[in-house]
RNA sequence: GCCGAAGUGGCGGAACUGGCAGACGCGUCGGACUCAAAAUCCGAAGCCCUUAAAAGCGUGUGGGUUCGAGUCCCACCUUCGGCACCA
């Protein structure tokens, strides 16, 4: 016999949505908090990882309503997107009307699993109130100069005929129809977020509750790299040609010069020369490969003399120009000095084509024949055959020679990133189209604010072909230039849809705003956000992005943050058989039919205690029985004891009475502590298994049911449970004659002194082996316990005959007797 | 290659600042209830040798620090994750 979870938990969440018990407002005399589990795209279906998300979310959310704070927990939709515009190629649905139905298929699946979020507040990055606010903060980037527009190559599927994005492309190949995917020069649409690399890298250090992983992954994103920009001049040219090296201690090795292919100089120094045809070989060559092959270290090293020189501006030393396929335009200046003995790359190069190698720093303890490397020498050492450099420390000499090259004016320090400028532009129809028009008479030219939203058509075709599906909606292509009123086309191409989820978390403090994108005082309140959740996945980008932005709003004076995410917590995968759960794999458990069979409370109670959050998750069949066992365990204590329970003052009569007191203290310490301060719900639950075992044990042994103590344990069951199981803790509480919500109630608080012992155990210990336990006095001083423990009968028989060397006394734990 | 995380029973996982390793759950075994089964309740259980007790061995491997190490230090192995010719 199990409890009618299915009449329960539809019962509850009826109710809830009756009472609108979880809308929040703006409440200044009550602290708020904060509880955001990152919006999911809406598929349509809900998957397990959904379930874990939105799971922990909740019992935060919950836990901290409990608590007394005022808890905004909304949730909405990243509705712009990919799938829904295939699904209108393949079955002809339009992406509007797929997304809704998914949408409003998920909102049933999320209130099934009775989570407590304020619908009022629901957002769709697709619906025109948001993306007029988005379209609206991408003029304020565009005023600021941070939104720009210009030619860069792009994934092109020459069988789609259309632009991909970098996560379409799998393995070199378009992800649909597997064809090799080339470059292809476009105008694009890209947001400055290299003016804000310093300070998105600064302030991670301002990031206490984010974990240090996802830290030093942005980190190394962001890349930041200190070093100098040396100039060399071409020989028989007026050109200087830049170089950025970490590296300017080993300026005085530079044998010889890389440049990136498709640097612009390289074209100049060739024309009308006989190295001209074998470049044009070499880089049509170099096109052939996939971006993923070229980009592989195992890529053998190729390179080719163009003909030139550079001269080293620090001993004038002439140095053949070579282009390379290991040298990146995008990085640095696209140009490298090549130093064969410092460097593995370059002496790898150098032995292949069998350049000068000279050494400039040598180990301090000569360790090493500098003249004869076998291999680049990469460690700090002494300066050598560096003019007056040499005899330095080769860190010191860093920062001398750049000095000295900024003196001389052919160098300078500089610093580079790895990150790039955020290529927005996608050539898709489903996304936020951006409000720019292109007039013949103007230009380019932003569309005023106030005719915001500019709004997608309806009138478009789904080919899958071309590069963007606006162009084919005349209504939509053919306008007005603010400007000059004259005749102009609107910009057809949408945008990323991370731009999308870079603000929502500040909507969602103001969702029905239609005059401001959120409003400052609301802002104010609520932000920042105390507790983000989500997958790790989104480690970099979408976070960095979401940064990017706040920091953004944060300087024109809207947001009043510039940081978003005070805590944030990157739950782990949710596996089977060790392997993510995926339909190629057929290992997938759909939250649906664990619901079906065992409840919401079963499903969301399993995947709490299954494993702590931050960690992946082994499904387990059994497991989740074992949790619907748990919860019918508590539901038979409660109907067969409900009609003796009696609240009021508690007397403690006997040594089962002090023993549930204790245990029950504990639990709720414990439990608090778990979920506030680690979010290991795993052991939290385990705590309240704990006490339910204890309270079992009570019923059988005690002489008689203390009925006071008995209410209060059963009530603090239900109420430590209320977070993870909502429905049926609900059900129970009335069951027991409460009125009004369990969740409204305060979260139950424990006594101090319930948890002071008068005996205690103290472990002995004969050489740190544990040999004996003595119960003693809770209060027995260090002497009178040492005393004690050196005289039981079993370490009296271990000690005989040999000498006490030592003993070492911890107060209430344990007494470790050294024998010789 | 570089950076990071993790290795604990048959399984998922506990052990917060070094102090009884294996909480809690699953599975297993035994008992009660039942005509029987399921469900439920109670109990056992790291491994090894044993009728039992005691001893011994046990937190990836090898060393070290300490009265005492899953926890700290050094070296290594394996697995997973991130970045990947970043000059």
Redo the contacts with the bound molecule.
């Keep these: 016999?199990s409890y009618n979870f299915l009449q329960v938990e539809k019962k509850w969440q009826q109710h809830w949505k009756d009472t609108e018990a979880f809308k929040v407002v703006e409440d200044d005399s009550k602290e708020k908090y904060y509880s955001l589990e990152m919006f999911p795209y809406p598929s349509g279906k809900l998957h397990m990882g959904h379930v874990r998300n939105y799971s922990i979310g909740d019992v935060i959310a919950r836990f901290k309503k409990m608590n007394g704070k005022n808890v905004l927990h909304p949730m909405g939709w990243d509705s712009f997107g990919l799938p829904a515009e295939n699904a209108a190629i393949k079955n002809g649905i339009h992406p509007d009307i797929w997304t809704r139905e998914n949408i409003s298929e998920m909102i049933t699946q999320l209130n099934e699993l009775g989570l407590s979020y304020d619908w009022d507040r629901e957002v769709a990055t697709s619906s025109e109130d948001y993306y007029k606010w988005t379209q609206w903060i991408f003029l304020q980037l565009y005023n600021k100069g941070l939104a720009y527009k210009t030619k860069s190559p792009v994934n092109w599927c020459p069988s789609c005929e259309t632009v991909l994005a970098n996560e379409q492309v799998v393995n070199g190949a378009c992800e649909r129809c597997g064809s090799d995917v080339t470059k292809k020069n476009l105008s694009q649409w890209y947001f400055k977020i290299t003016d804000y690399a310093d300070r998105l890298l600064k302030d991670i250090d301002n990031l206490d509750g984010w974990p240090?992983?996802v830290k030093?992954?942005q980190s190394?994103?962001i890349?930041k790299?200190y070093?100098a920009e040396v100039d060399f001049k071409v020989k028989n040219t007026d050109k200087d040609l830049k170089v950025?090296?970490?590296?300017p201690d080993t300026l005085y090795g530079a044998t010889f010069m890389v440049m990136?292919p498709e640097h612009p100089y390289v074209n100049e120094l060739v024309a009308g020369t006989e190295y001209e045809p074998k470049v044009n070989s070499f880089l049509s060559e170099l096109n052939r490969l996939s971006s993923i092959e070229?980009?592989?270290?195992t890529?053998e090293?190729k390179g080719l003399f163009i003909g030139a020189y550079a001269i080293n501006p620090v001993n004038n030393k002439e140095i053949p120009i070579y282009i390379a396929?290991?040298?990146?335009?995008?990085?640095?200046t696209?140009a490298?000095?090549a130093v064969p003995a410092h460097?593995d790359?370059d002496f790898e190069f150098a032995k292949k084509y069998d350049l000068e190698i000279i050494p400039v720093i040598k180990p301090n303890d000569d360790s090493i024949d500098t003249e004869n490397l076998t291999e680049a020498f990469c460690e700090p050492g002494i300066m050598i055959n560096s003019d007056k450099f040499d005899g330095m420390t080769n860190k010191e000499a860093i920062d001398k020679i750049s000095i000295d090259l900024n003196e001389r004016g052919i160098g300078k320090k500089t610093v580079?990133f790895?990150l790039r400028d955020w290529l927005i532009s996608r050539q898709r129809y489903w996304g936020t189209p951006i409000p720019i028009v292109y007039c013949k008479d103007c230009g380019e030219v932003p569309v005023n604010a106030e005719d915001l939203p500019v709004k997608l058509p309806k009138d478009v075709k789904f080919t899958g072909k071309g590069e963007s599906p606006l162009k084919t909606s005349e209504t939509f292509m053919n306008t007005v230039c603010p400007k000059c009123g004259g005749p102009a086309v609107r910009e057809v191409d949408t945008m990323d849809t991370f731009v999308d989820s870079s603000w929502y978390f500040l909507r969602y403090t103001d969702t029905k705003n239609d005059d401001e994108v959120f409003n400052l005082d609301k802002a104010k309140y609520w932000m920042g956000v105390d507790q983000y959740i989500g997958g790790?996945?989104h480690a970099?980008l979408h976070l960095l992005y979401a940064r990017f932005f706040t920091k953004f709003l944060f300087d024109l004076g809207l947001s009043p943050v510039d940081e978003p995410f005070d805590n944030l917590l990157t739950q782990g995968m949710v596996l089977k058989d060790g392997a993510k759960m995926s339909k190629s794999k057929g290992n997938v458990v759909t939250p649906r039919e664990i619901i079906d069979k065992y409840g919401a409370d079963t499903a969301r109670l399993f995947v709490l205690?299954?494993?702590?959050p931050e960690?992946?998750?082994?499904w387990?069949d059994?497991?989740v029985?074992?949790?619907f066992?748990?919860i019918?365990?508590v539901w038979?204590f409660v109907e067969e004891y409900k009609d003796i329970l009696k609240t009021g003052d508690i007397t403690i009569n006997n040594k089962f009475d002090k023993e549930l007191n204790f245990k029950l203290n504990e639990v709720i310490k414990n439990v608090t502590h778990d979920i506030s301060l680690r979010f290991?719900f795993?052991?939290a639950?385990?705590f309240v298994?704990?006490l339910v075992?204890v309270m079992?044990?009570y019923t059988?042994n005690a002489p008689e049911i203390n009925r006071e103590l008995l209410s209060k344990a059963v009530e603090s069951v239900l109420l430590l449970l209320a977070p993870f199981g909502p429905h049926f803790t609900e059900e129970l509480w009335t069951l027991i004659g409460n009125e009004g919500s369990i969740h409204l109630h305060s979260w139950p608080t424990y006594d101090e002194a319930a948890l002071v012992k008068d005996t205690i155990?103290i472990?002995i210990?004969v050489?740190?082996?544990?040999?004996d336990?003595i119960e003693v006095e809770a209060n027995i001083n260090k002497d009178d316990l040492e005393t004690l423990a050196l005289s039981t009968d079993k370490i009296k028989s271990l000690t005989n005959g040999k000498t006490v060397v030592?003993v070492?006394v911890?107060p209430k734990?344990?007494v470790?007797i050294?024998v010789k």
């Excluded at 950025?244 to 590296?247: A, G, I, M, P, W």
């Design positions: 016999m240090d992983k030093l992954m190394n994103w890349g790299s070093g950025f090296t970490t590296r990136a070229r980009s592989a270290t890529l090293k396929n290991y040298v990146m335009m995008g990085y640095g696209g490298i000095m460097d790359r580079n790895k790790v996945e970099i205690f299954a494993s702590p960690k992946d998750l082994e387990s059994d497991g029985e074992g949790s066992r748990f019918n365990r038979r290991n795993n052991t639950i385990s298994m704990e075992n079992y044990k059988q155990e472990v210990q050489n740190g082996k544990m040999r336990k030592k070492i911890i734990r344990l470790n050294v």
